[in-house]
């Protein structure tokens, strides 16, 4: 992909890892998260994958694999949805918007050209075409309309076509592990616009002209991780369930069935306790020391009764997925642990040759029990 446009701005440093290609901030981090909470400044998502399906099938062809109800989404309507393999695990993640007669799915850039192999491999004789269009068009995000406006004002006869997060909306048919009370969600608000890449330059002098400001991938990434946000590049491996990482809320409809990974997905549902959870880890920023993805969260596991001198033993309870610093929170972590590790028990996290203490915020509980008033799902291939 061409450097973005982004990178020639006053102060910018490019993003590493997973956001390569894009600015992780332009000097000051912190500033720039308050900047874009506030709906003042918008977020270069160039590094977004980007694939279309066009053709009078396409919704319900997409709605007959995905874990999401697509069939009848609406010209302008957004949806997050996940395709599942055979045992519930997540392959891929997409963001989906309907602009009347192409379904846009937004997905991360290394998994564009997979999803649309994948796509394409089960076309069969629907009258569908994918696309892989990434090299063709961007994504620009804010926390509101009004930033993308001042960036990129739609053509006298152009709609925006906007992905709005649903992470923040308590959506019929779904199901969240965590607590409602104090939910962080409701301070997310991401809209997600599919513009052509030819027009980042434009949105690159409306920066420079001052209609509109800017922040980076760091910023962005610290308000998803308060926001307990979780992320296909960062939160999910090849072991992890949708249950795991309370995915059930945006992008699994419980009362839909027949597609791959459904049983799964209902068998977790209704028998309860997922094998791991997402926790939040507010970290002791007294070292100075940022977990980066990967490294170990660490129980000490104390004897009923300590033998003088000895020392706890030490245990791998799990692994950070993102880690940043939060302009409210201070340094905070997304981490997938242990189902047993329990919700009370102080961690730490081995980074960089050091202990870095970590209290923990339950966001998929230790004790998570089965779902109540759940329809029962069909089973694959049963008949009505």
Not at 24 to 38: A, D
Not at 76 to 83: K, P, V
Not at 173 to 183: D, K, L, S
Not at 298 to 310: D, T
Request: with cysteine; glycine share 8%.
């Amino acid at each position: 992909m061409p450097d973005s446009p982004f990178l020639s701005l006053p102060g910018a440093v490019p993003a590493e890892g997973v956001d390569a290609g894009v600015a992780g901030h332009y000097g000051n981090p912190i500033v720039e998260q308050r900047r874009l909470e506030r709906g003042q400044a918008i977020v270069d998502l160039s590094d977004r994958g980007i694939v279309t399906v066009t053709g009078p099938d396409r919704l319900t062809w997409l709605h007959s694999m995905a874990s999401q109800s697509l069939a009848r989404l609406r010209p302008g309507e957004s949806a997050e949805a996940l395709f599942l393999d055979a045992a519930g695990h997540i392959e891929h993640v997409v963001h989906v918007v309907d602009d009347g007669e192409t379904a846009w799915l937004v997905c991360e850039r290394s998994d564009a050209a997979p999803l649309a192999s994948f796509l394409d491999r089960m076309r069969f004789m629907l009258r569908v075409a994918v696309v892989d269009r990434t090299d063709g068009f961007a994504v620009l995000g804010a926390m509101s309309a009004a930033a993308l406006d001042a960036a990129l004002p739609a053509e006298p006869a152009g709609v925006a076509v906007d992905w709005v997060d649903p992470w923040s909306t308590r959506i019929p048919g779904t199901h969240r592990y965590a607590n409602e009370a104090g939910h962080p969600a409701s301070d997310w608000h991401l809209i997600e616009r599919i513009v052509p890449r030819r027009t980042m330059s434009d949105a690159a002098a409306a920066i420079r002209s001052g209609r509109v400001e800017v922040a980076g991938l760091l910023a962005l990434e610290a308000l998803r991780i308060a926001a307990w946000r979780p992320r296909l590049a960062t939160e999910v491996d090849e072991k992890s369930l949708p249950h795991e990482l309370d995915w059930l809320q945006s992008a699994v409809d419980l009362g839909k069935g027949c597609y791959k990974g459904q049983e799964t997905v209902a068998k977790v549902l209704n028998l309860g306790r997922p094998p791991r959870r997402l926790v939040l880890l507010h970290l002791d920023g007294s070292d100075t020391v940022l977990p980066a993805p990967g490294d170990e969260v660490i129980g000490e596991k104390v004897r009923p009764e300590p033998v003088e001198g000895e020392a706890p033993e030490r245990r791998v309870v799990g692994r950070i997925t993102s880690s940043a610093m939060h302009h409210e929170l201070g340094p905070v972590a997304l981490a997938v642990v242990k189902r047993a590790v329990p919700g009370d028990l102080p961690l730490i996290v081995e980074s960089h040759g050091t202990d870095v203490a970590a209290a923990q915020v339950e966001i998929v509980p230790a004790d998570a029990r089965a779902a109540v008033d759940i329809p029962r799902l069909p089973r694959l291939g049963a008949r009505p």
